[in-house]
């Protein structure tokens, strides 16, 4: 039963994260759809390509489990690209809305320190693509890094 649920991780972690930030983002989504950032473009791409990430992590690991490796790494070029879309777009809206480090609160200063981390796990990951145990892993690390 355990090792069953061990292979189950990273399926059932990507779907769980995936429920948690749409959760997270509701009040853009559901509650409070007339908030400003709602209708700035920058924030609005960069949520489309966080929400593509989550998507395609949860999509990507259980492709793994159902065993289609195949359609895994087709679509791995398409997350790879979402994954340098999450880290421009998060780039952009850091130097538009910089206001000098003494401004920031704890949780936006951890993020512009967390981000490169985030960027450095994916590409790692890209370059042992061919190791999964490194694969899944530094992935998982670097989303980890992101939240």
Request: some cysteine; hydrophobic content about 55%; proline content about 4%.
């Amino acid at each position: 039963m355990i090792q069953r649920v061990w292979a189950s991780y990273f399926s059932i972690t990507s779907v769980l994260l995936l429920i948690l930030s749409v959760v997270a983002f509701s009040d853009n989504l559901f509650t409070d759809i007339h908030q400003p950032s709602n209708s700035d473009p920058k924030f609005i791409i960069h949520g489309l390509f966080g929400l593509a990430w989550y998507v395609l992590l949860a999509t990507q690991a259980n492709l793994i489990r159902a065993g289609n490796l195949r359609l895994h790494r087709k679509l791995g070029i398409a997350t790879f690209i979402v994954a340098i879309g999450v880290t421009l777009a998060t780039l952009y809206v850091f130097v538009v809305l910089w206001k000098g480090w003494p401004n920031m609160d704890p949780e936006v200063r951890a993020n512009r320190l967390l981000l490169p981390g985030f960027a450095l796990c994916l590409l790692l990951a890209w370059q042992r693509r061919a190791q999964p145990e490194w694969h899944k892993r530094l992935i998982f690390i670097g989303t980890f890094r992101s939240l």
